[in-house]
Structure formats: C-alpha cells, structure tokens
C-alpha cells in the first residue's frame, strides 16, 4: 500500500497553445500541486517523492513539446509510474489548428519547434499523435473560456476507479464545427427546425415550449429511447476498454434547440441511470 493510493495525479499535456498552462491554473484552484514542465527525465524520481510524501497527494503535472529530446522517454516514464503503483490521468488538450496559429499570431510567442508557425504546428500534431491516443480525456479548448475549461477539469476529477466513466454530453451547431474531443457524433437535423418557428428563433431548446414542440414530433420518442439505450450498450464496452471519460456530442444546425433539447434529455437519463454526467452547451448563445 502507498500514501497516495487515494490522492489524485492529472498529467497535462497536449498542443502548444491549447492551454496547457491555464489548465494548470485551474487545477491550482483547486487544490492541487502543480509543476509546469518538469523534466521528463525526473518524473521517475518525482514518482518516488509522490509515493512517500503526503504533501504531494493530489499533483498536476504539465508536460509539453518543449522538453525536446526528453519527451521520447515521456511514455517509458509514464510506465514507471504504474509500476509504482501511482495511478494517473492523462489529459490532451488541443484545438483546430487555425486557432493555434490565431493565438500564436495574438500573443507574439515563439513556437517551441522554433520554425514557421503553421509548419511547426503540423510537425507537432505528428509528434505528439500517439501521445493523445494514449490520453484518457482529449479536450478541444477552441471555443472553451477560461470557465468552461475548468467546469469541465472539475468534472474529470470525480473519476476515482478506472471501472467508472465520467460522461460529457455536448451540445453543437454543425455550423461551427464538430467539437475536436467529441468520441460519439450523432446529427439530429433530421428533425423540424424550430428556429423557423418566429416564437421560437429567439429561444433555446431548453425552453419547455420548445421541448414540446421538438417532443411531439412523429419519431422522436422512438429515437430517443433507441439512442439512449444504444449509448447504455456501448459504455461497459468502453470502460473493458479502459476507458475513463466519453464526451457525446449531439449536433443540429445553430447549436440553440434541437441539439440542445436532445443532450439535455440525454444527459438527464443517463444520469438517472447512475452515470456521472457533465452538460455542455457549446453554442447556445450564438
């Protein structure tokens, strides 16, 4: 048994400019120990002192493309932490690569690489794609706020056990784009647009007349009921995968009714069911 069996330990990594050190903030809020950059080459003996000392109970270390040369052993010590009997979380963030080279352009910083923006971009996404492979949560910080970001970081930290499944259900508007980090898709435009109702343009589809317009629609119980149970099929399917998080993403046109009624329902059921549900509506104020 070691001292830290019941802390908690995030590593942070992912694409230059997608947050890594305001994911770190967040994390520091709430109440972790936070190392930005260590070297890869002393997380074996970091390992060590998380093991032993109780002040290093909850960690958050932030790792990225900086480390050079390093961070090819950055997996072999990741193993090393698991033959410490150290469980930890990985966390990729990421973000569509124009809005990489937006905040590159907006803040004047370097790129890592130390080459052209948009090349090094496209060699970091080849660098680092076995890395998000191997993450447990990929977070699409394009279009999240500061706020949101650590809605949804809190929301990963109640993820105790690898048998549990903490689930996201996002809501968005195909118009701007399929959320990154989304692991299951389903488009519902295949329903009536309330938004060409004139009382209904102006509101969202968590407003309970639009619910009922959506609800009564021929269909859409049977379509309901079929999805939400497939979702409840696949989920132990996951968590034999090791799986420890699933983000539904749930799309209609604008991203303000259908898709928004819908993963509301589905998050509602799921979380009768048991599940550990997070809500999420990308762009229901646009």
């Known amino acids: 048994m070691n001292s830290n069996r019941e802390g908690k330990i995030f590593i942070i990594t992912g694409m230059s400019g997608a947050g890594k050190s305001q994911a770190l903030k967040c994390f520091e809020d709430l109440g972790f120990y936070c190392i930005d950059n260590l070297p890869v080459a002393l997380i074996p003996a970091f390992s060590e002192l998380v ?11 932030g790792i990225d493309i900086r480390e050079g040369r390093f961070f090819k052993g950055f997996v072999k010590s990741l193993d090393t932490l698991r033959k410490l009997g150290l469980d930890y979380k990985l966390i990729f963030l990421d973000a569509a690569d124009p809005i990489l080279l937006q905040r590159f352009s907006e803040t004047r910083h370097r790129h890592p690489l130390g080459k052209n923006i948009s090349e090094a971009v496209r060699e970091e996404r080849k660098i680092l794609f076995s890395l998000k492979e191997r993450a447990n949560k990929v977070i699409d910080t394009s279009k999240l706020t500061l706020g949101e970001l650590k809605e949804i970081l809190s929301g990963a930290l109640e993820v105790k056990r690898s048998t549990e499944m903490k689930l996201t259900v996002i809501s968005f508007g195909y118009k701007y784009g399929i959320p990154l980090d ?43 009921r079929d999805y939400i149970g497939q979702i409840k099929h696949l989920l132990p399917l996951y968590i034999k995968e090791g799986k420890s998080y699933l983000t539904i993403a749930i799309g209609c046109t604008g991203g303000r009714h259908r898709s928004v009624f819908i993963a509301h329902q589905v998050a509602e059921s799921l979380s009768r069911f048991g599940f550990s549900v997070s809500e999420f509506h990308r762009d229901i104020r646009k």
């Not at 093991?51 to 270390?61: E, G, P, S």
């Open 51 to 61: 093991k032993t000392n109780r002040h290093f109970r909850n960690v958050a270390l």
């Open 182 to 224: 989304a692991d299951l898709v389903m488009d519902v435009r295949f329903l009536p647009n309330p938004n060409y109702i004139p009382q209904f343009k102006l509101k969202t589809g968590l407003d309970p007349r639009v619910g009922d317009y959506i609800r009564n629609k021929p269909g859409f119980k049977t379509f309901l």
